[in-house]
């Protein structure tokens, strides 16, 4: 009862929010529940399965460049679904194969991958000689900032409800160990493909409504790998286990961007880079983890 | 037919060859020794290429004798990275090793990020370039810069004598005899802690020595290394992770296919291309060309 509540209050608040502050801080409160989106979904593949991706960018890019093609062709409530299932399908290609290679070989494959999408895109757009397209006409700031709002409970209970499953049970013993899972029944390729497709529906929204709040579609920025890494950044920040670290990571990422990004974008990329260092070394559990220690009491 | 016997292109594919072979050498060395796939490499080769760039800019003096500045600098920042980070997190549990290693690549990741930012934040992040060396040279219907020739000289020269070093001294042996047997080196007597200090010192050393090189011909910016340390994944994957001679059948067949490649469709493909092999070695056969250990 307890969580669903908190997903009513967040929904409510939510809701109020467009009403209660200007632009600037609506705009901060979409960057949010962009990252809240992102992140949750992260969590629910590399968080639970120890699959590290480091190409999120990918889905957010191809759902962006969906929404780039379709704009004007179709309404935007077929679009944006349209552009998470085409995240997705790429999720589905890419699954199998790519789930096979492990470790440190399976996080730099995925960004080679993602990498390799945004060249493919970028050629693709040179050869139609576009230099970018503009998206004229989109919905206001309220609407996307609901859709958002919408898309972030969706993640968020996703990986709640995921890590409570049976399927979360699943994807968690492979994290600690594949090979047993295996043996006692569990179909572990099926199910972590299965992680991969789900982690990649909510990025691939996620970029097609962000595209329309940037009015510009240009694959070097919606591919970029720095939104990949700061995926990565703000769920080991938060602790990538459970629900509540994505939450508290994306609010320390966004507090941190309003302070530094706009003055000092290197002396924040730097302190992105040392946080991600402090929390692997030092707390890899993460902020939600080490408070969830202390309500607890200490150990036994 | 006739391309692929163009002189020009092999030329081009040895000297870009010859560079990936020095930047992989240091990866592999890391990579072998501690199973750490140290992904801020490329930006070591880009802080040596601005101990070139400024030696040249500000003391007029040349890449051939700043290059060991270069390699000192980027040595030491092998000593601190090491002293700093790796031995924490070698010493730091009884964790899977799998999971230490995904998180030594987060390290990693987040270690190139803070260079390049600290380089930008430091030089400003415009292309920087300085002429040395760019008088063309021509023999038998090839022309070729200057420059690329020396660079050729040197990766070679160093190549091998990386190659002897292996082969013959103590300390060489002992990397290797860590790279092939982690646990009977121990019992031999090689300190392992000692070794893989050495291991990060010459491995970063070899990168500020590549960059030294590369900033005779290419523009350097605080984003230039990331490239090469793509390259070095490839060249040292194709090569077989561990395998320092197969690193270099590795690097010339990766310049082959970027030359190559570059000069049938169009230089936009590069990228493409490179990770393109990237991918699909890593897929099909991340053991490597020449076998060796299985990946898992």
């Known amino acids: ?300 | 037919m006739e391309i692929i016997l163009s002189g020009q292109l092999v030329l081009a594919t040895l000297v870009l060859g010859s560079v990936y072979a020095l930047v992989a050498m240091g990866l592999n060395l890391i990579y072998g020794t501690m199973r750490l796939l140290n992904v801020a490499h490329g930006e070591i080769l880009m802080i040596g290429a601005y101990v070139a760039y400024w030696a040249f800019t500000l003391l007029q003096i040349g890449p051939l004798i700043s290059l060991f500045g270069a390699m000192a600098l980027t040595g030491g920042l092998g000593w601190a990275v090491y002293r700093f980070l790796v031995r924490g997190l070698l010493a730091g549990s009884g964790e899977i090793v799998q999971r230490i290693e995904a998180n030594s690549l987060l390290i990693f990741f987040g270690l190139s990020i803070i260079l390049q930012n600290l380089i930008s934040l430091a030089f400003t992040a415009n292309e920087r370039a300085y002429p040395y060396l760019d008088q063309v040279i021509r023999f038998g219907g090839i022309s070729i810069g200057a420059d690329r020739l020396v660079i050729l000289g040197i990766s070679l020269t160093v190549s091998l004598i990386a190659i002897l070093f292996f082969r013959y001294s103590m300390t060489g042996l002992a990397m290797r005899a860590l790279i092939e047997q982690r646990e009977a080196a121990a019992l031999v007597g090689i300190e392992r802690d000692r070794v893989s200090l050495l291991v990060f010192i010459l491995g970063f050393a070899l990168a500020g020595l590549a960059g030294a090189l590369i900033s005779m011909t290419e523009q350097i910016s605080p984003f230039s290394g990331f490239p090469f340390t793509i390259a070095a994944f490839v060249v040292i994957i194709l090569g077989g992770l561990g395998n320092l001679y197969g690193g270099l059948l590795g690097a010339f067949l990766l310049a082959g296919i970027e030359v190559y490649g570059v000069a049938l469709t169009s230089s936009a493909y590069r990228s493409i291309l490179v990770y393109g092999v990237f991918i699909a070695v890593l897929l099909w056969r991340p053991q490597g060309l020449l076998g060796g250990k299985r990946i898992s």
């Open chain 1, 1 to 300: 009862m307890k969580p669903a509540a908190a997903l009513i209050a967040a929904l409510g608040l939510g809701l109020a929010y467009p009403f209660l502050v200007g632009d600037y801080l609506l705009g901060v409160g979409l960057s949010f529940l962009m990252w809240v989106s992102l992140a949750q979904s992260w969590v629910l593949l590399s968080g639970l399965t120890g699959y590290i991706s480091l190409g999120h960018a990918v889905f957010y890019g191809l759902g962006a460049y969906v929404m780039a093609l379709l704009w004007t062709q179709v309404s935007l409530w077929v679009a944006i679904p349209l552009a998470g299932l085409a995240a997705g399908l790429l999720a589905l290609v890419l699954g199998y194969p790519c789930l096979r290679v492990r470790g440190p070989y399976f996080v730099i494959l995925t960004f080679g991958i993602a990498e390799f999408v945004k060249y493919i895109v970028v050629a693709i757009e040179a050869g139609l000689g576009k230099s970018g397209r503009l998206l004229f006409g989109g919905p206001s700031l309220e609407t996307l900032f609901t859709i958002m709002l919408v898309l972030a409970l969706t993640a968020t209970a996703a990986t709640y409800l995921t890590r409570r499953s049976r399927f979360g049970v699943a994807l968690r013993a492979i994290r600690e160990e594949e090979t047993a899972s295996e043996t006692i029944g569990i179909s572990v390729g099926q199910v972590k493909a299965l992680a991969f497709v789900a982690s990649a529906l909510i990025p691939g929204m996620v970029g097609a409504v962000m595209v329309l709040r940037s009015t510009y579609f240009e694959p070097l920025q919606v591919f970029n790998p720095f939104l990949s890494f700061t995926i990565v950044t703000m769920a080991i920040i938060g602790g990538s286990d459970d629900a509540p670290g994505p939450l508290l990571g994306a609010l320390f990422l966004v507090g941190l961007t309003e302070l530094l990004w706009a003055s000092a974008p290197q002396v924040y990329m730097i302190l992105l880079g040392l946080l991600l260092i402090g929390f692997v070394l030092f707390l890899p559990e993460g902020l939600a983890g080490r408070l969830l220690r202390f309500s607890r009491g200490p150990a036994p």
